[in-house]
């Protein structure tokens, strides 16, 4: 069982940056994929990017591609996501996934869900 918290959103102008981290409970934390994902109002929610267990491989979705990045500290069972050059279009709910198999980009392969965090990013 694992258990994530999201931290970290907010409200940001255009061009800003901000960082989100999940933090995860549990000491297998390091076994697993992680993901974040994010939904906006009335619209699916769509895959942002991937880290594996070992941060080893990253995948990213075209749309944040070159201005997020993934990262993951397996000593402080923390997930992170540094957001820069942020666009209106990235205002969204965004939530932390963990996914006991491998890294993966669709939201239903993945086991265990955060509650979100919201990021706003004015124009």
């Known amino acids: 069982q694992v258990q994530l918290v999201e931290s970290g959103g907010g409200l940001v102008q255009a061009g800003g940056s901000l960082r989100l981290s999940c933090a995860a409970s549990?000491?297998?934390?390091?076994?697993?994929?992680m993901g974040w994902f994010r939904q906006a109002p009335g619209k699916e929610r769509e895959f942002v990017a991937a880290?594996?267990?070992?941060?080893?491989?990253?995948y990213y979705a075209d749309s944040v591609k070159g201005r997020f990045t993934i990262s993951r500290d397996n000593a402080k069972n923390t997930v992170y996501l540094q957001m820069n050059s942020l666009k209106p279009e990235d205002t969204a709910v965004y939530y932390c996934a963990a996914d006991g198999t491998s890294i993966a980009t669709m939201w239903y392969e993945y086991d265990y869900w955060g509650q979100g965090t919201q990021v706003t990013v004015s124009s």
């Open positions: 549990g000491r297998t934390f390091s076994s697993y994929a």
């Open positions: 880290i594996s267990w070992s941060g080893g491989s990253t």
